[in-house]
């Protein structure tokens, strides 16, 4: 028995040897010279030499505005987003007394105006009609093999929603808003419903899981869904309907719209162009960005004991730069953005709400944390990289702390954000086949070398050749 045990684990070494072997060919066999990118001036992440987005399609949905021209210059400003023309800022203000901000926005997005009474009131009732799920969706597709990874569970979902369509591939207008209302309206079931089914199966938690009330706003039942007495305060729910505004779109640019677009210019299912985005969104460069931020704050308070100590703060920042502290990947998350130099919008109105959270929270020295963070890390990175345009903190930078204070687990971050963006998502979507009749396909330039065929017998691997090269 032992030998046969033996025998296992050496063939499980070998394989392993193996396994590295060919990790060196695929790296070295996939790696492309750098100059080649400018000599052949590729764009790339479809940005140009100087950060600027190439141009790869025309929208009405959202715009994204960083600098003013002025006389034929370009001068940077305060960041400014519309959605459908309206400014992202007078959204958030208009809604002041009014908890359902974010379906607003949601309408505003799919249908280009903005909602009457009327037609608020009968929007609310379909999105509150369709929040729910098929039956036994909840014991059969989400409660078996919970994922840790809770954006996981939500592609698993949307794409096993496709089997319970009767029309799943129709892709008519008609057809598409009624699944896009529906996944608008069942993203924080699914979500929520995973978390507590990962909760449950894998930390051996209570299992807690609660209808949703149709009358109740998408904030408040996400709240609702999630704690085990059900209970929240009105700040709350309304810090986190305007989270959930601010996050509903931000231009076809970003990677997840934009994926969005060049999906559906396949003519695939909406399950399908859904899970796609998600996948996108799912990345720690893209809608992962603020758990990063929430960990290196966590490591920063680890090393930092005074935080109003500013030398010593910035000395912690410093060694982030310099690749000595957290991740050592050179980064200080949540600080700087694509498009935005001086201000980013969403930042600046999550900032103003965490602030009014942290005072209901105790938590306004932690505040005061991040705010002073956000000051000296703007200007170190502007220093250090003798750069000549202001840097700004984004909306992830604040928008963790937030989903802390609201009492949010880690697990839900990214998918918060997937609740919001759908909104965006589906309005990208309709556009797309609303306006094209072209699937999208950019051009990716060969640089690699034609080769004539040789046969198996007469091949040699990169290590025999090195061998005979170099004997």
């Known amino acids: 028995m032992s030998d046969d045990i033996e025998k296992i684990k050496s063939t499980d070494s070998d394989f392993e040897t193996r396994l590295d072997q060919l990790v060196e060919y695929c790296k070295s066999s996939n790696h492309i010279d750098l100059n080649l990118y400018t000599e052949y001036d590729v764009k790339r992440g479809l940005r140009d030499s100087n950060g600027k987005g190439v141009l790869t399609g025309l929208t009405e949905i959202s715009d994204v505005i960083a600098f003013d021209v002025v006389n034929g210059r370009k001068i940077p400003t305060d960041g400014r987003l519309y959605y459908q023309g309206y400014n992202v800022r007078d959204l958030i203000n208009g809604v002041q007394g009014r908890k359902f901000g974010f379906e607003e926005t949601t309408y505003l997005l799919l249908f280009g105006e903005l909602p009457t009474r009327a037609q608020m009131d009968e929007f609310l009732e379909l999105i509150g009609h369709y929040r729910n799920l098929p039956d036994t969706f909840v ?126 210019s396949t003519g695939t299912d909406t399950y399908s162009a859904i899970t796609a985005s998600l996948g996108s969104l799912k ?41 000595e502290a957290f991740d050592k990947s050179g980064l200080i998350y949540g600080i700087g953005h694509a498009v935005y130099t001086k201000s980013d919008p969403r930042c600046l109105i999550l900032k103003r709400f965490a602030e009014a959270l942290s005072e209901e929270k105790g938590r306004t020295e932690e505040y005061n944390l991040y705010c002073t963070v956000d000051r000296l890390a703007c200007r170190l990175l502007s220093e250090q990289k003798n750069l000549h345009k202001d840097i700004c903190a984004n909306v992830d930078f604040y928008s963790g702390f937030v989903y802390n204070m609201l009492g949010l687990p880690n697990e839900l971050f990214t998918p918060i954000f997937a609740i919001s963006r759908i909104s965006g998502w589906c309005a990208h979507r309709i556009e797309e086949l609303v306006n094209s009749s072209k699937i999208i396909r950019p051009a990716y330039k060969y640089v690699g070398h034609h080769r004539p065929y040789i046969p198996m017998d007469e091949r040699r691997s990169n290590i025999q050749r090195a061998d005979q090269e170099n004997p």
């Open 283 to 323: 990345g720690f460069k893209h809608g992962g960005a603020n758990l990063k931020v929430q960990n290196m704050f966590a490591d920063l308070k680890q090393h930092v004991s005074d935080w109003s100590d500013e030398d010593a703060i910035r000395g912690y920042l410093q060694k982030l730069v310099n690749k």
């Open 139 to 264: 014991r059969d597709i989400i409660m078996k093999a919970p994922s840790k990874d809770i954006m996981n569970s939500l592609q698993k979902s949307v794409l096993t929603l496709y089997t319970y369509d009767k029309n799943p591939d129709d892709i008519s207008i008609s057809n598409v808003l009624k699944q896009s209302l529906q996944l608008i309206a069942q993203f924080p079931l699914i979500s929520v419903y995973a978390y507590q089914a990962y909760r449950h199966y894998h930390l051996d938690e209570s299992l807690v899981i609660r209808n949703p009330k149709p009358h109740l706003s998408t904030a408040e039942n996400i709240l609702r869904l999630l704690r085990p007495d059900g209970k929240y305060t009105e700040l709350e729910a309304k810090v986190l309907d305007v989270a959930l505004v601010i996050h509903a779109e931000h231009g076809g640019g970003n990677n997840s719209s934009f994926t969005t677009h060049v999906v559906s």
